[in-house]
């Protein structure tokens, strides 16, 4: 299961994910978006207030983002992917 560094990353980076909220209508420092992958100890934590526009510009779905912030703040709750897949 992602974390919301691995979306960032796998979005194309933080520059892209920037532009593409730009793009979007939100415009945020470089900076700001850089600071998402080193929060929460390295896992990442992207604030819930830009999740709907991610998932606009196709960076995530909303269902992604969630379980995402969910694993990092109650990691026993939620199964592992190899869980998921049996």
Not at 13 to 20: A, I, P
Not at 26 to 31: H, K, M
Not at 60 to 73: D, I, N, P, S, V
């Amino acid at each position: 299961m992602a974390t919301h560094s691995d979306i960032i990353e796998r979005a194309g980076g933080v520059t892209e994910v920037r532009r593409k909220l730009e793009k979007a209508g939100i415009v945020l420092p470089d900076e700001t978006v850089r600071s998402w992958p080193k929060r929460a100890g390295g896992s990442g934590s992207i604030p819930g207030e830009y999740w709907s526009a991610l998932a606009d510009c196709g960076v995530a779905t909303l269902e992604e983002l969630a379980l995402a912030a969910e694993r990092r703040r109650f990691p026993d709750r939620l199964p592992t992917e190899e869980a998921m897949a049996s």
